[in-house]
């Protein structure tokens, strides 16, 4: 157990549809990460948040968004989902903001768009 | 852009030595990670390397580094059927991962 936690397990909805993604971090880590897992494309990172704040972006769509509130908790947004984002949403956290903490990884929402 | 690159599978006996390779494109990377993901898991880190670093070395794991050929290798001694995973590559810059699509090791008895 990374003491990452991420609801919920699995999510099945219909296109077109919105969706929201909730991630807990490792008690007084500060980032958040999210990444998308898929069999096509592979682990994909989406965004970070460092205390409040969005710290990096990466391969995230306009239709995707995310915030990271007060108590440090991250939710994932998103909305007019397609079949292609079915997939495995995955939430990490770290300490600090960079490649040199240890990234924790939760146990990953999945999610089925059909 | 960043591109990391992996074998897709490997298959190998218990008891034997596993080694798998990462190549990578990004020669500004600080770290450089193997990370495992069992199955319906999250991704659990195994090891890293600072880029200036060539090998190193955590009880059955070893990780090498050719910083010239950007080529990464982890080697995993008397492989054990619990170690049947994927296995993932990283690139650590600043403060994002670029991932590898990940190695599936199967261990035999």
């Known amino acids: 157990d990374s003491g990452v936690t991420q609801t919920p397990k699995h999510l099945i909805t219909a296109t077109g549809q919105r969706v929201t993604l909730r991630c807990s971090p490792r008690?007084?880590?500060?980032?958040v990460y999210w990444y998308q897992q898929s069999l096509d494309q592979g682990l994909q990172f989406l965004i970070q948040?460092?205390?409040?704040?969005?710290?990096a972006k990466g391969n995230i769509l306009e239709r995707f968004s995310a915030q990271q509130f007060p108590d440090l908790h991250s939710e994932l947004n998103l909305s007019s989902l397609e079949l292609g984002d079915s997939a495995l949403y995955f939430c990490?956290?770290?300490?600090?903001?960079?490649?040199?903490?240890?990234?924790?990884f939760g146990p990953g929402t999945r999610l089925t768009v059909l | 852009g960043e591109d990391v690159e992996q074998s897709l599978f490997l298959s190998v006996r218990e008891g034997d030595s596993s080694v798998i390779n990462c190549t990578y494109t990004?020669?500004?990377?600080?770290?450089l990670y193997w990370y495992k993901q069992e199955p319906g898991a999250g991704l659990q880190l195994l090891t890293y390397i600072f880029s200036n670093m060539d090998m190193k070395q955590d009880q059955r794991l070893t990780v090498l580094l050719n910083k010239k050929d950007k080529h990464l290798s982890l080697r995993i001694a008397d492989t054990q059927t619990g170690d049947s995973a994927i296995y993932f590559c990283a690139e650590g810059g600043y403060s994002t991962l670029t991932f590898g699509k990940g190695t599936m090791l199967l261990v035999s008895p």
């Open positions: 008690s007084g880590d500060l980032s």
């Open positions: 990004d020669s500004s990377s600080t770290y």
């Open positions: 990490a956290s770290s300490v600090g903001g960079g490649t040199g903490s240890e990234q924790f």
């Open positions: 948040y460092y205390n409040g704040e969005e710290r």
